[in-house]
Structure formats: structure tokens, C-alpha cells
């Protein structure tokens, strides 16, 4: 998890880029197609309200992966959605980004 952490926090809201945390997934798990439409996904704007960096992991793995994908992100930051995440969870947005990253890489393959 110590890689995601650290690609995160080049990634994540910093210049020259600014990427959301929906965008910073994509951008980590080397799907840079997918980062200009995600700019609409983060901060809680992805479908239901889910993660941005939940979001992203998922556009970039096997639908088959998604259910798994969604268990580990919900143990590992907290909740599912960004309101629960910062609300009840109070997981830092970052800590989803590599959340999201390591589980994008895990189940890309």
C-alpha cells in the first residue's frame, strides 16, 4: 500500500495536473484515456454517490472483480460513498486514491 500512498500524494490534487480522485486512479492504473471524463466523478459525483477513487477502480477492472473490489474498498476506507467516507469513515481523500490504486492494480490483471 506504501507505493499507492506515495503515487497518490504525486497525484492527487497537485500541479501541474490537479486530478480528482476520480482521475487520479485512472491516471495510477495507467488508463490516462480515462481521465479526462473522470474529471465529472469526483467528490462524490459518481453514480449513487460512490467514491471517486471507488469509481475509478472499477472502470478500470473486469466487471467479474467489481463485487470483491467494492468489500476490500468498503474495509479499507470505511464506506462506499464519499459522504459516508468523510462523514462517519472520516478517511482522508488521499487514503481512498491509494485504496483505490492498489485495488485497480490488484484486480486489472
Known amino acids: 500500500m506504501d507505493k499507492f500512498r ?9 500541479a501541474p495536473d490537479n486530478l480528482n480522485c476520480a482521475q487520479s486512479v ?4 495507467g488508463r490516462d484515456d480515462l481521465v479526462p471524463g473522470d474529471l465529472a466523478f469526483g467528490g ?5 454517490g460512490i467514491c471517486g477513487a471507488l ?10 472483480n467489481h463485487e470483491k473490489i467494492k ?3 468498503a ?9 459516508e467516507i468523510k462523514g ?18 490488484k484486480y486489472q490483471k
Open 55 to 64: 469509481f475509478a477502480a472499477l472502470q478500470c477492472t473486469p466487471e467479474e
Open 75 to 83: 474495509q479499507k476506507a470505511g464506506a462506499l460513498t464519499c459522504r
Open 6 to 14: 506515495e503515487l497518490a500524494s504525486i497525484h492527487f490534487h497537485k
Open 71 to 73: 468489500e476490500e474498498f
Open 88 to 105: 462517519k469513515a472520516k478517511t482522508p481523500c488521499s487514503e481512498c486514491v491509494a485504496v483505490g490504486a492498489f485495488l485497480a492494480d
Open 26 to 29: 485512472a491516471k495510477i492504473a
Open 44 to 48: 462524490g459525483r459518481a453514480e449513487g
